[in-house]
């Protein structure tokens, strides 16, 4: 089209590596490596600016953004919103987006009709938990992990993908406590739609422990009781 810049063909760098379970992690059949979607995996940065390229052309509407939950059975079921995990232990999360189930009877990312995601980007910010390491459920998915934040990048920009879609699986502890919490979700959807997530919003919370009272505390209550004397010991005068 006149007056529009194509986007450059990715290039391939590597087969993608064997994915075990149905879409993203759910059912039991194995599925094997991935055709080339066009190329090389973008690097986290070149990706983001695919997806805000795609942004510039999409059609802002009002539809409810599909969730990002953690799926305690790593069955695509979510754990609520927030998720209560326990604290003082590492934790192996399942983190999945709610995506929908009707498919497009078109082209899904261009002119489709049904819920299919064609693209996602999030932003995951801990306090009071360390993230410590991340794997994808799928090699398309691109990443960035430090101590208290990931990054996430994603998407299948030709058909699109439908259901509960696996992002991956995030390791994280919080010896005192904390909450993870969505601070960016941008989503692109049929016919280039965008839609944003509400943030923040927390996405699993770990509860402080419940420690034991101290010991100072127990001596406190112990002196504050009131002193009886034995039954059938009489005061004397004087004493």
């Known amino acids: ?56 052309f999409a059609v802002p509407v009002a539809a409810a953004p599909p969730p990002l939950y953690h799926s305690p059975n790593d069955d695509g079921v979510s754990g609520g919103i927030p998720a209560t995990v326990p604290p003082g232990q590492a934790v192996t999360l399942h983190l999945y987006l709610g995506v929908g189930t009707t498919a497009s009877t078109q082209d899904a990312c261009d002119q489709g009709d049904g819920e299919e995601l064609c693209g996602h980007r999030a932003t995951l910010e801990g306090t009071g938990v360390n993230l410590q390491s991340f794997t994808p459920a799928d090699p398309d998915i691109l990443f960035n992990l430090t101590a208290n934040r990931i990054d996430l990048i994603g998407g299948d920009f030709q058909v699109g993908d439908l259901g509960p879609t696996k992002l991956g699986d995030l390791v994280i502890d919080g010896p005192e406590g904390g909450t993870l919490d969505l601070t960016l979700g941008e989503f692109v959807t049929t016919q280039l739609a965008k839609e944003k997530a509400t943030v923040p919003t927390t996405i699993v919370a770990l509860p402080e422990p419940a420690g034991p009272v101290p010991l100072a505390v127990g001596f406190a209550l112990l002196l504050a009781l009131p002193r009886r004397r034995p039954e059938g010991v009489s005061r004397r005068p004087g004493h």
């Open 1 to 56: 089209m006149p007056g529009v810049t194509s986007l450059p063909p990715l290039e391939l760098s590597g087969r993608a590596a064997p994915v075990t379970g149905a879409k993203h992690g759910i059912g039991a059949a194995t599925v094997g490596p991935k055709r080339p979607r066009g190329g090389r995996l973008p690097s986290l940065e070149r990706l983001a600016s695919i997806i805000a390229l795609l942004s510039l």
